[in-house]
Nanobody, 116 residues
Framework: QVQLVESGGGLVQSGGSLSVSCESS????????MGWYRQVPGGELEWVGL???????KYEDFVKGRFIIDRDDAKGTVSLHMTDLTPDDTAVYYC??????????WGQGTQVTVSS
């Protein structure tokens, strides 16, 4: 059974930086892509960005160069590195993976809180 486990969330001041990571129980090389979504309380799930198996990345416009997604196949992890954070970035961040046949997988989420 595939499990995605996020780590690294927490509290950071506005303008600060924070990284969150996602570890897969089966490694990450078999996924077509992995990425991140986020959700504020009462809000919709919002796509943040992704990284493909080949290492190509794509981001939602609001990222504006502040976030970087990278992968470490040896460790079986994908990380989201966030800089210049604002209170609007406060959300639960979810790891997402797409399997070989398009099946989606989700982590349990990690809270990121940016104080003003």
């Amino acid at each position: 059974q595939v499990q995605l486990v996020e780590s690294g969330g927490g509290l950071v001041q506005s303008g600060g930086s924070l990284s969150v990571s996602c570890e897969s129980s089966i490694g990450i090389s078999s996924f077509r892509s992995m990425g991140w979504y986020r959700q504020v309380p009462g809000g919709e799930l919002e796509w943040v960005g992704l990284i493909t198996k080949e290492g190509f990345t794509k981001y939602e416009d609001f990222v504006k160069g502040r976030f970087i997604i990278d992968r470490d196949d040896a460790k079986g992890t994908v990380s989201l590195h966030m800089t210049d954070l604002t209170p609007d970035d406060t959300a639960v961040y979810y790891c997402h993976a797409v399997g070989k046949v398009g099946k989606p997988y989700w982590g349990q989420g990690t809270q990121v809180t940016v104080s003003s």
